[in-house]
C-alpha cells in the first residue's frame, strides 16, 4: 500500500523549523571526523548502528508480541497507537540482518569484538521478529495466469491473533512479500536456519505466480508482476526488489539436483507444468524480471519509472473449462523516479554480473550509479559540501535501498560509487555528532529536529532505516580489502 501510506504522510509530515538547540545528554563527543582506517571506520559505523537498533527497538516494540508502534517522538517519549504495516515491521528485520553481516565482515578481517558481543543476542531478536510477523500472516484463495490455490502470505496490516490478518483483494501486495523474501534469505545465510529458506521458498512461488506469463502477438510473455492480486498496474517496486533474492537462490541451488515446477503458458494457451532444476529455475526469473523493468520502466534520464499505469479491472478467461486470469492492457510508463527503484535494479545488476559474468551487467550498474546520483543528490542544498536527499513520503527508507544499491555496486566496481557512498557516510556522521538525542536520529539528518518538540514523530522504519545504512557502510568498510 506504499502509493496510499505514502500520499497519507505527505499531508502531515512536520514542517521543519530548524535545527532544534537541545543538547540532550548522549551526544557524541568524538564529532563526525573520520577514523583513520577502514577498519576503524567500519568498527564506529558498526557500534552505531548497534545503538541505534537498540534503541529503535525499545522505544518502537511492545510486549511479547513484537507489536510496532508506527511513530515515537523522543522528546516527549510517546508512541503512537497506529502500529506499522509488515513493511515497515520488515525494515526492523533488515536493520538486524545488516547488523549481523557488519559482525561477521569485521570478524572475518579479525575484529571480533562486535560478533562475540551481540551476534548470538541479534540472531534471537531476529527469531522473535520473525515468529511475531505471523500477525501480519493470513490465507486466501487465489486464481492467477496458471492456477488457482490456497495461499498463507504477509497482510499489509497486523491483526490481533496469529495467521488470522486479512490477505484478501488489495490486503496484501507482492512487493510486501519479495521485502520479506531478501531478508528472510540473508537471516538463512546468517544462521544457517532452514525454516528461513523454506519460508523464503514459499513465498517465492507466491510472488512468482504473480508474473504476467501470458503471451502477445508474437508469442512472448507479457512478463512483469502486478503490485498485488487485487491490481493490475505493474510496479518497479513490485519488480526489481524481487532480482536480488531470486540470484541469492540460484546461488544456494547451482549445484543441486532439487526440482521445481515451471508453469507456463503455450501458444494455444493451454497452462503447462515442467520440472526445471532449481538453480537453473530462479536464476531464469532473475534474467527475466530484470530485462522486462529495464525494458519498460527506464527513462530517458536513466532511472526507473513508478510504474505501468492503467486500468484497475482484472478479468478472468476460461480454458478447457479452467477460470485463469488474463493480462491486462497497459498505459505506458508513469509516476516519479523514487530512489528504491533505481536501486534495487543496481543490486540486481550487481548480483546477476556476479553470477554470471557478463558484461551488460557491469554497463548497466555504472550507468544507472552515475545517473541516479546526478537525479536524486543535490550538493549543498541544506549544508555545505553535504549532499541532500529528498524526504518527503517514504524516501528516508527510499534512499536507503538506493544506498544498498551502491554498497552492492562496489563490490565489482567501487570506484564508481565512491562519492555515492561517501555522501551517506558524511550525513550520517554529521546528524551523529549534532542532532542525537536520547539514542535517535531526525528524519531530516542535515537540519535535525523541529525547534517544537511536539512534532518530531518519527517513522519506525526511518529508525531502523539509518540503522541499516550504518551496518551495510560498515560491512562496505570492513570488505575493502577482500
Known amino acids: 500500500m506504499k502509493k496510499m501510506l505514502n500520499t497519507l504522510l505527505c499531508t502531515c509530515l512536520f514542517v521543519l523549523a530548524g535545527c532544534s538547540d537541545d ?6 563527543d568524538t564529532g563526525d571526523r573520520r577514523p583513520a582506517t577502514s577498519q576503524e571506520l567500519a568498527h564506529r559505523n558498526l557500534e552505531r548502528s548497534i545503538a541505534l537498533i537498540d534503541t529503535a527497538v525499545d522505544n518502537y516494540f511492545t510486549g511479547e508480541t513484537m507489536s510496532m508502534s508506527r511513530y515515537y517522538n523522543p522528546y516527549t517519549g510517546s508512541k503512537s497507537g497506529e502500529l506499522g504495516s509488515i513493511w515497515m515491521y520488515t525494515s526492523a528485520i533488515e536493520a538486524v540482518n545488516a547488523a549481523m553481516h557488519g559482525m561477521s565482515a569485521l570478524k572475518s578481517e579479525g575484529d571480533a569484538e562486535l560478533y562475540d558481543a551481540h551476534f ?8 522473535r521478529l520473525y515468529d511475531n510477523a505471523a500477525y501480519y500472516r493470513g490465507s486466501f484463495t487465489l486464481t492467477s495466469y496458471t492456477q488457482t490455490r490456497e495461499w498463507s502470505v504477509y497482510a499489509v496490516n497486523r491483526a490481533n491473533g496469529m495467521g488470522s490478518a486479512d490477505v484478501t ?6 512487493d510486501d512479500q519479495q521485502w520479506l523474501v531478501r531478508e528472510l534469505l540473508e537471516a538463512y545465510r546468517l544462521t544457517g536456519d532452514s525454516k528461513y529458506l523454506a519460508e523464503a521458498e514459499y513465498l517465492t512461488a507466491y510472488v512468482l505466480d504473480g508474473w504476467d506469463c501470458t503471451l502477445d502477438g508474437s508469442g512472448n510473455e507479457h512478463g512483469g508482476i502486478t503490485w498485488g492480486p487485487g491490481y493490475t498496474t505493474k510496479h518497479s517496486c513490485s519488480n526489481g526488489p ?3 533474492p531470486l540470484v541469492w537462490l540460484h546461488e544456494i541451488y547451482s549445484t ?7 508453469r507456463y503458458i503455450d501458444a494455444d494457451g493451454r497452462r503447462l507444468t515442467r520440472k526445471m532444476p532449481k538453480g537453473e529455475y530462479y536464476l531464469m526469473f ?10 519498460r520502466l527506464l527513462r530517458a534520464d536513466g532511472v526507473y519509472a513508478d510504474m505501468l499505469g492503467g486500468s484497475n479491472r482484472i478479468e478472468y478467461e476460461t480454458v478447457d473449462g479452467e477460470r485463469y486470469r488474463k493480462h491486462t492492457q497497459d498505459d505506458g510508463p508513469v509516476g516519479a523516479a523514487i530512489t528504491y527503484n533505481s536501486g534495487t535494479m543496481l543490486s540486481g545488476a550487481a548480483d546477476l554480473y556476479r553470477a ?16 541516479s546520483f546526478a537525479a536524486f543528490a543535490r550538493l549543498g542544498e541544506h549544508v555545505e559540501g553535504h549532499y541532500s536527499f529528498d524526504i518527503s513520503g517514504f524516501r528516508v527508507w527510499f534512499d536507503n ?11 565489482a566496481d567501487a570506484e564508481c560509487v565512491a562519492t555515492c557512498i561517501d555522501a551517506f557516510q558524511s550525513n550520517l556522521d554529521y546528524a551523529y555528532a549534532r542532532h542525537l538525542y536520547k539514542g535517535s536520529l531526525p528524519t531530516n539528518l542535515l537540519v535535525g529536529w523541529n525547534m517544537d518538540k511536539g512534532k518530531n514523530d518519527t517513522e519506525a522504519m526511518f529508525a531502523f532505516a539509518f540503522a541499516a545504512e550504518y551496518a551495510a557502510l560498515a560491512r562496505h568498510e570492513a570488505e575493502k580489502n577482500d
Not at 169 to 174: D, L, Q, T
Open 256 to 262: 543441486s539436483t532439487d526440482e521445481i515446477d515451471h
Open 401 to 411: 535501498v538506493l544506498m544498498r544499491g551502491y554498497a552492492d555496486v562496489a563490490r
Open 242 to 244: 524481487m532480482i536480488s
Open 120 to 127: 548470538a543476542r541479534y540472531a534471537a531478536l531476529l527469531g
Open 356 to 371: 554470471t559474468g557478463q558484461e551488460s551487467y557491469l554497463a548497466d550498474m555504472r550507468a544507472l550509479s552515475k545517473d
Open 23 to 28: 543538547k540532550g545528554t548522549d551526544k557524541p
Open 286 to 295: 532473475a534474467r527475466k524480471i530484470y530485462d522486462w523493468q529495464k525494458s
Open 169 to 174: 483483494g488489495i490486503n496484501n501486495v507482492y
